[in-house]
């Protein structure tokens, strides 16, 4: 059953804290993303990356950071320097020129 | 930076009418996709149309895109209750990697009356 997931569904982070956020697809694409998406909002781009063991930033990739050191895995660390976390985060995956498919997201409110 | 405005940014019918909905982009494209998003969930793909393309259709769907005017149409026939979400534009720029990022719009909330 191809797809790709996201994991947790909810997370709550305290002030000053560190979170990762998981990606993972099996759908043997080279491409991966993720879209942050506030309330009532269109999608915005944090960071993607191509291909293995390499990533660019999106429009907003500060107080982001990712890593790609598998084809299948793309997490998402917000470093406590990300001053307004509270967003719901999608993850996406492509082929080359091709449409994106997405996660089911993660809804992370910082306490 | 969005490239995509949509309009209606809301959009309110009854079950059986037509939906329409309007996308505007600003640079030379590669590719506008259509997508939609039921409340709290990912995004699931509708269709891809090109830049060389005028029209599309899947099921009841009918896209068109006009790059002289820069803008697309989503067209949803017979509208069910369950076409109840949001639906967003995005645009894949011309020139770059054949990766290149998706821009998304606002979305238009289209909900069907049964």
């Known amino acids: 059953d191809g797809g790709i997931t996201q994991s947790p569904k909810y997370l709550f982070r305290k002030e000053g804290q560190n979170v990762t956020l998981s990606c993972e697809q099996n759908?043997?694409?080279?491409?991966m993303y993720w879209y942050r998406q506030d309330p009532g909002q269109g999608l915005r781009l944090i960071y993607y990356?191509?291909?293995?063991?390499?990533?660019q930033k999106g429009d907003i990739a500060e107080g982001y950071s990712v890593s790609r050191e598998k084809k299948e895995s793309f997490p998402l660390t917000v470093t406590s320097a990300q001053k307004n976390p509270t967003a719901f985060y999608l993850c996406?995956?492509?082929?080359?020129?091709?449409?994106?498919?997405f996660g089911p997201g993660t809804r992370l409110t910082v306490l | 930076s969005q490239q995509g405005e949509e309009d209606p940014q809301a959009l309110s019918i009854q079950e059986g009418e037509n939906a329409t909905m309007n996308c505007s982009y600003k640079t030379s494209i590669n590719n506008l996709q259509w997508y939609r998003q039921n409340s709290g969930r990912g995004l699931v793909h509708l269709i891809l149309?090109?830049?060389?393309?005028r029209e599309k259709h899947s099921g009841r769907l009918r896209v068109t895109l006009d790059t002289s005017k820069k803008s697309s149409s989503l067209l949803i026939t017979a509208s069910r209750a369950a076409d109840t979400a949001s639906y967003f534009c995005a645009t894949l720029d011309a020139g770059g990697t054949s990766y290149g990022k998706l821009t998304f719009g606002q979305g238009t909330i289209l909900t069907v009356h049964p």
């Open positions: 149309i090109r830049s060389n393309e």
């Open positions: 990356s191509q291909i293995v063991n390499d990533f």
């Open positions: 759908l043997n694409h080279d491409a």
């Open positions: 996406a995956s492509s082929a080359k020129y091709n449409e994106q498919f």
